[in-house]
């Protein structure tokens, strides 16, 4: 029997102490239809696992991306309640936001030499960032900044600010003019921006994430499972909104985030679209969810579907089962579609004219995923935007992480011919050639009893 997800949770306080590493599962395409929940980690355990992924994170990423985009100096800055993302991915697990104004800086002297890692800040960062500002001796921040930069000399000094990138746009308008104010002219005409830099941090997986990235999706994928149980569903009286209730319970119970309302949605014959809110579940019914968690800093994005058997039904009727596969098929067309330097937008048209060629009727959203849930990177089309996009003409790098996400519609006979919409959303994994998905995905499914 299913061991519920918050006694595991009692059992990490009491158990003895272990190394700071949450249960890894290997990449695979075969998804568990109710997996058992992992064991969580408690709080301690959690910083741990942060502090040693981030210090594996700036130490590899950041020396390549200055390289790659030819920047000497990378100048971050945050207030508090106010973080520039990037500056809050930087942060240590003990560090909840920026401390009266945080600055960061990287400076890549080149010539083989490593990257300098400063905090122009009243208060350190873990030992992650070399403090490098005493107020007592200089009261002026910005004076600290600019000293550095004049000891540093840098050809081209990377600040957050772009048009089209949130991710690069951290740059508040009076911190830059108080920067610029405190920067001999010279130094001010060396100022760029900071947009690709801010992408490429955020997109770039490494190896550590991507190891324990499929145990976290198995704990949104048993999440799910659960949700789609008779444990949680009785037919003729559980609510759309009971179950995305009990899973924001579900999650609160056990120190996990949501980065977004989980939604669950019934598709019902004879009803046009989708019914939600104090709907009640019935038999016969197609469940929709869409569920995400964060845990240790990395983001789950899932959509899986549930058939409510009606009395004497071993499985769904033959025609929502076809819509099912039909969508396992845009799938892999999908996945087959990623080539490394496409475009989103080149990747988005492949896999439609190949997917209406093979007479699907495809949606095609996808995007990145990590420390966002909707992350930093190109995206593949938008749900409501099937013809290209500019946000799409970033280019496709590998060790990225995906939430590979799409609908396909589908006339089913049982239901008069009725057009149903089979969604689907698993998170997976690209390492240049091959996209795979972390945890499977659901091909089959969840089946929930009446009787």
């Known amino acids: 029997m299913k061991t519920v997800l918050v006694a595991l949770a009692a059992l990490a306080l009491t158990a003895p102490a272990m190394a700071a590493s949450p249960p890894v599962f290997p990449i695979s395409d075969t998804e568990n239809v109710a997996p058992d929940y992992p064991r969580i980690l408690p709080m301690r355990e959690r910083a741990e696992v942060i502090d040693r992924i981030l210090e594996e994170r700036l130490d590899t990423i950041i020396p390549k991306i200055m390289r790659e985009q030819g920047i000497d100096m990378w100048l971050l800055m945050s207030r508090e309640y106010f973080e520039d993302p990037v500056t809050a991915s930087m942060l240590d697990a003990n560090s909840m936001s920026a401390r009266r104004r945080t600055i960061l800086i990287f400076h890549a002297p080149g010539d083989g030499q490593p990257v300098e890692r400063l905090t122009v800040s009243r208060y350190g960062l873990a030992d992650l960032f070399e403090p490098s500002w005493d107020p007592a001796v200089e009261p002026d921040q910005w004076k600290a900044v600019a000293d550095i930069i004049a000891d540093r000399d840098p050809d081209k000094i990377a600040v957050n600010y772009s048009d089209l990138k949130a991710f690069g746009d951290g740059m508040t308008l009076s911190q830059y003019r108080l920067m610029m104010a405190g920067l001999p002219e010279q130094y001010q005409k060396r100022i760029v921006s900071g947009e690709t830099l801010s992408v490429r941090w955020l997109e770039e997986r490494v190896p550590s994430e991507l190891e324990i990235y499929p145990g976290i999706v198995r704990l949104a994928h048993a999440i799910i499972g659960e949700a789609f149980s008779r444990h949680v569903i009785t037919p003729g009286t559980t609510t759309a909104d009971d179950v995305r209730w009990w899973m924001r319970d579900q999650m609160a119970a056990n120190g996990l985030t949501p980065w977004f309302h989980p939604s669950v ?187």
Do not use: C
């Not at 996945?335 to 496409?342: A, H, L, N, P």
């Not at 996009?389 to 590979?404: C, G, H, K, Q, V």
């Open 265 to 451: 949605s019934i598709q019902r014959e004879g009803v046009e679209g989708m019914i939600s809110g104090d709907a009640v579940i019935m038999p016969g019914d197609l469940l929709w969810t869409d569920f995400g968690i964060t845990y240790l800093r990395l983001n789950t994005d899932t959509q899986h579907l549930a058939y409510v058997l009606k009395p004497g039904e071993t499985d769904a009727p033959a025609g929502l089962r076809q819509g099912l596969a039909n969508t396992v098929r845009l799938g892999d067309i999908l996945r087959e579609s990623f080539r490394t330097g496409d475009t989103g937008n080149d990747i988005l048209f492949r896999a439609r004219e190949r997917a209406i060629a093979e007479g699907l009727d495809p949606s095609i959203y996808s995007h990145p995923i990590g420390l966002h849930g909707h992350g930093a990177g190109t995206a593949i089309g938008f749900w409501d935007n099937q013809q290209g996009d500019p946000r799409s003409e970033y280019r496709l790098r590998a060790n990225t992480a995906w939430s590979i996400e799409f609908t396909n519609y589908t006339a089913v006979p049982e239901w008069g011919g009725q057009r149903v919409d089979f969604r689907s959303e698993e998170d997976a994994w690209f390492d240049g050639n091959t996209v795979r998905y972390l945890d499977g995905r659901q091909s089959e499914f969840h089946l929930i009893s009446s009787e």
